[in-house]
Nanobody, 120 residues
Framework: QVQVVESGGGLVQPGGSLRLSCAASGSIFHIVAMGWARQVSGKQRELVADINSGGGTNYADSVKGRFTISRDFSKNTVYLDMNNPQPEDTAVYYC??????????????WGQGTQVIVSS
């Protein structure tokens, strides 16, 4: 019913920049928050950043000051600008949306993920 799709992943050099995008579609009444998590081989999925409808943000300590999350909820979209990525940022990045599909029903939805490889 609700689909969440990431895009923008790929290969980037250390110290470069990359923008990830995520768009939700389907039955969307109101978006509460959207964000990003990542999963590295051998580790559990961890929060990277999220942003709510009021613009409030949360960042993992490991990315604070380097990554920036932003939103355009009128387009059901969230972005992650990765500045100065490092090899340790290599991971599959997943988008998460918390939203109401109608005035009485809310849930959390995950995308399929987009791979980011930081390498020379």
């Amino acid at each position: 019913q609700v689909q969440v799709v990431e895009s923008g992943g790929g290969l980037v050099q250390p110290g470069g920049s990359l923008r990830l995008s995520c768009a939700a579609s389907g039955s969307i009444f109101h978006i509460v928050a959207m964000g990003w998590a990542r999963q590295v081989s051998g580790k559990q999925r961890e929060l990277v950043a999220d942003i709510n409808s009021g613009g409030g943000t949360n960042y993992a300590d490991s990315v604070k000051g380097r990554f920036t999350i932003s939103r355009d909820f009128s387009k059901n979209t969230v972005y992650l600008d990765m500045n100065n990525p490092q090899p340790e940022d290599t991971a599959v990045y997943y988008c998460k949306a918390r939203l109401y599909s109608d005035p009485q029903t809310w849930n959390e939805y995950w995308g399929q993920g987009t791979q980011v490889i930081v390498s020379s």
